[in-house]
């Protein structure tokens, strides 16, 4: 059984909000389950609003790997790449 990659926004970070990578074996049964291919990300309910319309890519580059959003409701973002606002 494949671990699923879990998308989540929590409060925090060093603009208002902040992106969460994780690992999960098990979808909740409120999660939004997408699949492309053998991939699939988990998105709680909680988190859907501030993720509509983004986009999730994984890069694999010399100086490291990583996840990223592109979130069209950001309206700011703090340099770590993982925090941003939408006010």
Not at 35 to 57: F, I, Q, T
Request: proline residues 3%; contains cysteine; aromatic residues 6%.
């Amino acid at each position: 059984r494949h671990a699923s990659v879990r998308v989540a926004v929590l409060a925090g970070g060093c603009s208002c909000f902040q992106y969460r990578f994780e690992l999960d074996a098990t979808a909740q049964p409120d999660d939004l389950v997408i699949e492309r291919g053998e991939a699939k990300v988990l998105v709680d309910p909680s988190s859907l609003d501030l993720l509509a319309g983004s986009e999730l890519d994984y890069t694999d580059e010399l100086m490291g790997s990583h996840f990223a959003v592109r979130n069209p409701n950001a309206k700011s973002a703090c340099g770590c790449g993982t925090s941003f606002s939408v006010e």
